[in-house]
């Protein structure tokens, strides 16, 4: 029999709670009327609402279904999730992963930034909730009650530190989870999203589904990032012929039967000399593996465009 009070933060003051690893377990959980708490949900959840909170920092592992705040101010969080949603909120800033595009209604002063968190239980956690870490759309928010005139929402400063924002947690029991925020440990890869490409090439590298895309994914990420080459935006999908039709175009034939193991994972890198980077990494680092890259800087910014619109049209974007 489930308690609810094991699935509740109600009416605290000046604290810090949590949850360990394996106590929330795909549960509903619900936060409300906290003022000045440090709270901590390190586990899977189905969907949680966090309502009339003020000025608390608050981290919540993967969210299967969605997350909702209402009437909070002064927050701020680290957050994945399936959807996420503000009603009449204030001043917020948040780490965010979410597959779906986030909404903002009657909420002003809203900041996001890329989700980066690492502890070593969170890759299992993000699977259990049906989440990948390859779909985060955190910087794509939908504004529900536009202003005329008035942004409600922007972006966090880039170098922003998570620590600064929501620090590690500091009672007895909490302290066991071993957490990193360095930003090269996240679970989540770190993208650019809306932010301003720095550069007018971009490159498009797609991985195949097998049992190491999610590792050469990131390996990928690792080669490019070190090289100076940013990371604009990731995305993991499943594809059909048709689909592969318009995105890979007259190579298509090489990577169709391919599709039939499951989704593919998709990185858009960006700056000067994107596509070379790419395609001689692939070549050192990646012999053997089946990879579609882009072939030149004149039919990149198009592999692009057709695989983030057929993707986008899949995930109903």
Not at 59 to 79: E, Q
Not at 91 to 119: D, H, N
Request: glycine share 6%; proline share 4%; hydrophobic share 35%.
């Amino acid at each position: 029999q489930v308690d609810p009070k094991d699935y509740t933060f109600s009416g605290l003051k000046d604290e810090t709670v949590g949850r360990l690893p394996g106590k929330v377990a795909g549960q509903q959980f619900v936060i409300q009327d906290c003022e000045n708490c440090s709270i901590y949900i390190f586990d899977h959840s189905a969907t949680i609402t966090i309502d009339d909170c003020v000025n608390c920092q608050i981290f919540l592992g993967p969210i299967k279904g969605s997350v909702f705040f209402r009437d909070c101010k002064d927050c701020k969080c680290i957050v994945a999730c399936q959807q996420f949603r503000t009603r009449d909120c204030k001043k917020l800033e948040v780490f965010l992963c979410c597959a779906t595009q986030p909404i903002i209604e009657s909420s002003t002063g809203m900041k996001f930034g890329c989700f980066q968190y690492y502890y070593p239980e969170l890759a299992l956690q993000f699977k259990d909730a049906g989440l990948s870490i390859f779909n985060n759309t955190w910087s794509n928010i939908h504004d529900f009650t536009p202003v005329s005139g008035e942004n409600n929402w922007g972006l966090l400063p880039e170098d922003a530190v998570v620590q600064d924002y929501v620090p590690l947690p500091s009672s007895e029991e909490l302290k066991a989870i071993r957490i990193s925020t360095d930003a090269t440990r996240s679970i989540i890869p770190i993208t650019r999203g809306r932010r301003h490409k720095s550069s007018d090439e971009s490159c498009l590298a797609v991985f195949f589904a097998g049992d190491y895309t999610t590792a050469n994914a990131r390996k990928l990420i690792d080669e490019m990032t070190g090289k100076g080459f940013q990371l604009v935006q990731t995305k993991e999908v499943s594809m059909k012929a048709e689909d592969a039709h318009r995105v890979f175009q007259q190579c298509a034939s090489d990577f169709i039967p391919l599709l039939e193991k499951g989704p593919v994972v998709a990185l858009e890198f960006n700056g000067d000399g994107a596509v070379e980077g790419c395609r001689s990494t692939i070549n050192d680092v990646f012999s053997g593996t089946k990879v579609f890259v882009s072939e030149s800087k004149a039919s990149a910014s198009q592999d692009v465009d057709n695989f983030y619109n057929f993707a986008d049209m899949q995930m109903g974007m």
